[in-house]
Nanobody
């Protein structure tokens, strides 16, 4: 059974940092993609960052939404089956429930979206105070 558990959310001031963790089990971690999504109050869920092992040699890569580029970093620890999202220089508009999701690996040129991921974990709340 595929399971994902997001953790690490909390309350932080503007400019602060948090590291979210997505602990996974039930699938071959190094042959999968994991994405971070967020949903702010009253808004639709949006993609934040993705990491994939790729479909060919050397295809692995990470992607970021424009709103978080340069501030957030996604990384995976294959030994722990865990994906992290390091969030720096946080802004009030980053306030949301953050979810992690897993799906098949994708190759070069593919633009991931919510539909790319078929396993979802429960979210963790991030609140950035102004």
């Amino acid at each position: 059974e595929v399971q994902l558990q997001a953790s690490g959310g909390g309350l932080v001031q503007t400019g602060g940092s948090l590291r979210l963790s997505c602990a996974t089990s039930g699938f071959k971690f190094d042959d999968y993609s994991v994405g971070w999504f967020r949903q702010a109050p009253g808004k639709e869920r949006e993609g934040v960052s993705y990491i994939t092992s790729g479909t060919g040699s050397g295809d692995g890569r990470s992607d970021y939404a424009d709103s978080v580029k340069g501030r957030f970093t996604i990384a995976s620890d294959n030994a722990k089956n865990t994906v992290y999202l390091q969030m720096n220089s946080l802004k009030p508009e980053d306030t949301a429930v953050y979810y992690c999701a897993a799906g098949p690996p994708y190759g070069l040129g593919y633009k991931p979206s919510e539909a790319s991921f078929n396993f979802w974990g429960r979210g963790t709340l991030v609140t950035v105070s102004s």
